[in-house]
Each structure stands twice: as structure tokens, then as C-alpha cells.
Nanobody
């Protein structure tokens, strides 16, 4: 099993940058594909970005391409989401999720482990 804790959320202005960090416990972090999801106000969780367990394959939701970068450090058991040029529509609760798999996928139902979330609010 792996336990996930997100950090780095906050209130920013449109155009600002923010980096979210997910810290995982356990020795098997390297076995997990990791992703970030966002729950906008009044909505369900939507895939934002994902990375495979080796860190050599990434996947992005269309609105984040070119603005967001996901990365991982398996030695530190962390996954980061760097978000640049933030927009008001990026507002939401951001969740880190882990899947015991070689491959990264974008389906919410595929993920086994979830953090508690960190709030990102982008003022326009």
C-alpha cells in the first residue's frame, strides 16, 4: 500500500505559477503510476496529468498541455505538478492518485490510492 499527502495549494492570481507536491509513504512507490486529478466546484474529479513509474512517459489533459509539467523523484517518493500561466478555470481541489501499474492511464476509476487533496484557487 501507499499513502499520499498533497501540499502546495493556495490562492493565486491568473497568470501566476504554482507547484503541487505529492509525498508518498512506503517502499514500493516506484511500482506506481501517479497522476493528478482536479475536482472543480460542483463537479467530479477530472484527470489533469499523469506519469508512469519510470518517469519517462507523461500524459496531460488538453487544457494543461504546454502549461503543466508533471515529474517524479523516486528516491524522494514525490510527484510534482508544476502549473504555469494559471487560469481561473484551473480552480479546484487537486488530488494525487496512485495506480499499481507499469502504465499511466487517465481514468479516475483505475486508481487505487488517493490523497486528501489540496485546494488551488485562481482569482481572475
Amino acid at each position: 500500500q501507499v499513502q499520499l499527502v498533497e501540499s502546495g495549494g493556495g490562492l493565486v492570481q491568473a497568470g501566476d505559477s504554482l507547484t503541487l507536491t505529492c509525498t508518498a509513504s512506503g517502499r514500493t512507490f516506484v511500482s506506481y503510476a501517479m497522476s493528478w486529478f482536479r475536482r472543480a466546484p460542483g463537479g467530479g474529479r477530472q484527470f489533469v496529468a499523469g506519469i508512469n513509474r519510470n518517469g519517462d512517459t507523461t500524459l496531460y489533459e488538453d487544457s494543461g498541455k504546454g502549461r503543466f509539467t508533471i515529474s517524479r523523484d523516486n528516491a524522494k517518493n514525490t510527484v510534482n505538478l508544476r502549473m504555469n500561466a494559471l487560469k481561473h478555470e484551473d480552480t479546484g481541489e487537486y488530488y494525487c492518485a496512485g495506480l499499481l501499474s507499469v502504465y499511466v492511464v487517465n481514468g479516475e476509476d483505475d486508481y487505487d490510492y488517493w490523497g486528501q487533496g489540496t485546494q488551488v484557487t485562481v482569482s481572475s
